[in-house]
Antibody, heavy 122, light 107 residues
């Protein structure tokens, strides 16, 4: 059974970089899936941050594109999120999820990590 | 971005009730519409995809309908475990976007 698990610091200072990893178990990052990061905050609801394929190809939400970088580590079967220049508005629960793809169309998020609260505060 | 709205934002219902939640997109998204259930402290869980297809393992009391801009999630005979927040999400165009959610609580 595919499982995803987020990890990283739960507290980040303003203007610094938020870094999270998503470990995949029960499946391979090199499958035909895309892998996404999403976040959820009371103020902005659920927000898709971006996605990555195992080849390293990425798509980012235009609203965050200037601050986001995603990467994969195929040897360790995980993918990562970096969000720089954070502010209090980036405080949220961050989720990693699998994009289920059918005929090259990313249809839905069918497996999610448990979520990780990241607070931006000095 | 495609904007998703939901109504109502919250509702109170009793066990056994039939409940309908609406979701609207601000442009046509064909049937690229998914529904998720979320309970406190948990990640969203996929219920229905492509507007009306039940995800494996989801009880048949959940049904989805609609196309283009107007969609609905119906829960027939509400069960205690169904009290949760429900979100719609479009997968027609990047960035994928979600509705603000509908909280279903106990009357």
């Amino acid at each position: 059974q595919l499982q995803l698990q987020e990890s990283g610091p739960g507290l980040v200072k303003p203007s610094e970089t938020l870094s999270l990893t998503c470990a995949i178990s029960g499946g391979s990052i090199s499958s035909s899936s895309w892998w996404s990061w999403l976040r959820q905050s009371p103020g902005k609801g659920l927000e898709w941050i971006g996605e990555i394929y195992h080849t390293g190809y990425t798509n980012y939400n235009p609203s965050l594109k200037s601050r986001v970088t995603m990467s994969v580590d195929k040897s360790k079967n995980y993918f990562s999120l970096n969000l720089n220049a954070v502010t209090a508005a980036d405080t949220a629960v961050y989720y990693c999820a699998r994009d289920f793809v059918v005929r090259a169309v990313k249809l839905y998020f069918d497996h999610w990590g448990q979520g990780m609260l990241v607070t931006v505060s000095s | 971005d495609i904007q998703m709205t939901q109504s109502p934002s919250s509702l109170s219902a009793s066990v056994g009730d039939r409940v309908t939640i609406s979701c609207r997109a601000n442009q046509s998204i064909s049937t690229y519409l998914n529904w998720y259930q979320q309970k406190p402290g948990k990640a969203p869980n996929l219920l229905i995809y492509s507007a009306s297809t039940l995800q494996t393992g989801v009880p048949s009391r959940f049904t989805g309908s609609g196309s283009e801009t107007d969609f609905a999630l119906t829960i027939n005979s509400l069960q205690p475990e169904d009290f949760a927040t429900y979100f719609c999400q479009q997968s027609y165009r990047t960035p994928r976007t979600f509705g603000p959610g509908t909280n279903v609580d106990i009357k």
